[in-house]
């Protein structure tokens, strides 16, 4: 069974920097892509950064040059380092992985419980 655990959410004041981990843990074949979404009440769940393991990025247009996302393969982790936090960056944040879990490649997405982020001064 796959688990996709995250930490590392927190209250911030504007300006400052919180880093997200995510591990992937269980049984699987591969990983083919990491990321990370958010989602605050009433709207619906967006991208906000994505790696594959080929190591092309995409981020939401509201966090380039604010946020960066790297992965450690070997420990089947992805990280979100968010720099210069926003009040509009407030969200619950979830880990997201595309894994194959045998050799026939049966890829599915998987996503972490949610870790809360809030800026406020």
């Known amino acids: 069974q796959v688990q996709l655990v995250e930490s590392g959410g927190g209250l911030v004041q504007p300006g400052e920097s919180l880093r997200l981990s995510c591990v992937a843990s269980?049984?699987?074949?591969?990983?083919?892509?990491m990321g990370w979404y958010r989602q605050v009440p009433g709207k619906q769940r967006e991208l906000v950064a994505a790696v594959t393991t080929s190591g092309t990025t995409n981020y939401a247009d509201s966090v380039k040059g604010r946020f960066t996302i790297s992965t450690d393969s070997a420990k089947n982790t992805v990280y979100l380092q968010m720099d210069s936090l926003k009040p509009e960056d407030t969200a619950v944040y979830y880990c997201?992985?595309?894994?194959?879990?045998?050799?026939?490649?049966?890829?599915?997405?998987?996503w972490g419980q949610g870790t809360q982020v809030t800026v406020s001064s």
């Open positions: 997201n992985a595309n894994i194959a879990t045998s050799r026939i490649l049966n890829w599915r997405d998987y």
């Open positions: 269980g049984r699987f074949f591969s990983i083919s892509g």
